[in-house]
């Protein structure tokens, strides 16, 4: 419907040779002034309505394509393993999947069109000039040359600043981001105007590149609209004589100059299409780039199915297992350790030791680097992760509750009607304060839980892991902002609910070691004893210097 608009407009200056040449020139004819004027109104009105169905038509294809890719990054994005996020800023995924597809769509839905629209225009436009008269046609294609060079020239700049801005769109998000989350901290260190240095700096640097963009962009549509107007001049100049000395007719003329009027209006905005196609390609690649990130924890072809648990409960088995960060020193090496079924194992080593890292490598957070980890005999490499997920949760030191109401955050990974099991859970967790909240199970909790304390925070979590009835449960310390007493009271109603449920739970504190049936101990990224906590006490050395230094921990500070 845009070609045909386009091509249409091309029409008028036929009729305006014919008018000329027909009834101006020789018998003046109103009937033909009338029929002449009848084509052009029917011909711009039809032009008018292809315009209007370009514009209504394209909007649903372009929005769904947006809509799809946006989608299928989302989906990509929340597959790729939690290396893929330790490296990526969220700034940097928020502006690919909204900045950059936005400017996707406005390139499909206009650029696109009008590229190949004007180019057909113009290839159609010059074919008529060329027949109206091959003299000034050569003129106008001869002008196309410095236009082309320009052209190239122009994307070769534009192409590397489009991307720079869009880097530094994306750092500038980040920056948001960061300084709103970590808000708290910035305040109370009276950091905010550091923060808000740091961000006009980068803003500078973001405007500093747009205007550089717009320059570069107003250079080439300066010379862009120039060259085709200054051809205009020097046909005329060859023109005339060539009409006043009988080689072209007078209408071929007029027609010839109405054609190039319509051509030029494409040539002069090709800088603004490029400029366009150049920013809708920068953000493709910003977007490939995530897509074509391949996940390294992925499904195995042909997933094997998990085994039933024994009568006692799931074994789990860490073997030989190695693993390092792939920007870091190896944290686990050679690990082996085996949770027994239905029983409570405790983790316990120095800060730093990778207690957490070990943890996350049975759900398949991170894949161990060599060795294997495996639940109930399987390599949990050989399950498909949604089967391995499902078996096992996860509560961690630093509770991630997400914006929504108390009952979604506790049944995230269990049926959202089992009323029963949330109240369960919420008891299990010894979370009572949730019946003083505003609408009980159904307050909504602010983003990321932050109008809750780190202790109701922690229980909630717990409350989430309890509720997903795992059959290995792993707890990164999750009571460490609870009093003793009250981890005691939830430790006691967990070995109550548990029964069956293999745990691993890492501490920080003597209290939830004496909690556990046994005790392994995490030292130089190898487990170097495993017992019970009075085994340990008289035979491991290592394990005696982690506790008094877990012990020496000040739990309360006296002043
Ligand atoms: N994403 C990461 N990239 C690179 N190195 C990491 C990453 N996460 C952790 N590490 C490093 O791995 C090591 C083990 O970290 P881990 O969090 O497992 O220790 P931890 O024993 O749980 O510590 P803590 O008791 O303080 O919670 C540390 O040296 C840490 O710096």
């Given at each position: 419907m845009a070609l045909g608009a386009s091509l249409l407009s091309l029409v008028l200056p036929q009729v305006l040779a014919w008018l000329v040449n027909g009834p101006l020139l020789t018998d003046g004819s109103r009937a033909g002034v009338v029929g002449a004027a009848a084509v052009v109104l029917v011909v711009g009105l039809l032009e008018a309505f292809l315009v209007w169905c370009r514009r209504a038509f394209i909007a649903t294809p372009g929005t769904n394509v947006e809509q799809d890719m946006r989608v299928s990054m989302f989906r990509h994005v929340l597959d790729l393993p939690v290396e893929f996020h330790d490296r990526w800023s969220g700034g940097q995924l928020l502006s690919r999947s909204m900045a950059d597809l936005g400017s996707i769509r406005r390139w499909l839905v206009f650029g696109l069109v009008m590229m190949l629209v004007s180019a057909a225009t113009v290839v159609v436009g010059v074919a008529l000039m060329i027949a109206t008269s091959w003299q000034l046609g050569l003129v106008y294609v001869a002008g196309a040359v410095p236009m082309m060079w320009l052209s190239f020239r122009f994307r070769e700049d534009y192409k590397v600043v489009a991307r720079r801005a869009r880097d530094q769109a994306g750092d500038l998000a980040t920056a948001v981001e960061e300084s709103v989350h970590g808000i708290r901290v910035l305040k109370a260190f009276g950091r905010a105007q550091d923060a808000l240095d740091d961000f006009s700096r980068q803003a500078d640097a973001l405007r500093d590149t747009e205007v550089h963009k717009a320059r570069t962009l107003s250079r080439v549509t300066f010379a862009l609209g120039a060259i085709p107007e200054a051809i205009l001049a020097v046909s005329l100049a060859i023109g005339v004589p060539l009409a006043a000395h009988g080689h072209i007719s007078v209408g071929a003329l007029v027609a010839f100059f109405a054609t190039a009027t319509i051509v030029n209006r494409p040539v002069e905005r090709l800088g603004q299409f490029l400029a366009m196609t150049l920013d809708a390609r920068a953000a493709t690649d910003r977007y490939v780039q995530v897509m074509d990130t391949v996940s390294a924890v992925q499904d195995p072809a042909e997933p094997v199915a998990l085994p039933a648990a024994g009568p006692a409960g799931t074994r789990v088995e860490l073997a030989g297992v190695t693993f390092a960060h792939p920007t870091g020193a190896e944290v686990l090496t050679g690990v082996d350790l085996v949770l027994e079924p239905g029983l409570t194992t405790a983790l316990v080593g120095l800060t730093g030791s990778g207690k957490s890292t070990l943890l996350q490598l049975v759900p398949r957070l991170y894949d161990a680097t060599a060795g294997a980890v495996l639940v109930d005999g399987v390599d949990v490499r050989d399950l498909a992760r949604s089967d391995l997920r499902g078996a096992v949760a996860v509560a961690f030191e630093d509770p991630i509750l997400f914006s929504a109401s108390v009952r979604d955050n506790v049944l995230l990974g269990a049926d959202p009607d089992d009323e029963e099991l949330l109240h369960l859970a919420l008891d299990v967790a010894s979370a009572h304060f949730v019946a003083d909240l505003p609408r009980g199970v159904d307050t909504v909790i602010g983003e990321e839980g932050l109008s809750l304390s780190g202790g109701q925070r922690q229980r909630i979590a717990l409350a989430r892991a309890v509720a997903a009835r795992p059959r290995v449960l792993l707890l990164?310390?999750?009571?460490?902002?609870?009093?003793v007493s009250t981890e005691a009271a939830v430790t006691a109603r967990l070995r109550e609910v548990l029964v069956g449920t293999t745990t691993l739970v890492v501490a920080h504190r003597p209290s939830t070691v004496a909690l556990a049936d046994r005790v392994a101990v995490l030292e130089d990224g190898r487990i170097t004893g495993v017992g019970t906590h009075a085994d340990l006490l008289v035979n491991h050395p290592h394990y005696r210097y982690v506790l008094t230094a877990l012990a020496a921990e000040p739990q309360v500070v006296t002043l």
């Open positions: 990164d310390d999750p009571l460490s902002a609870l009093d």
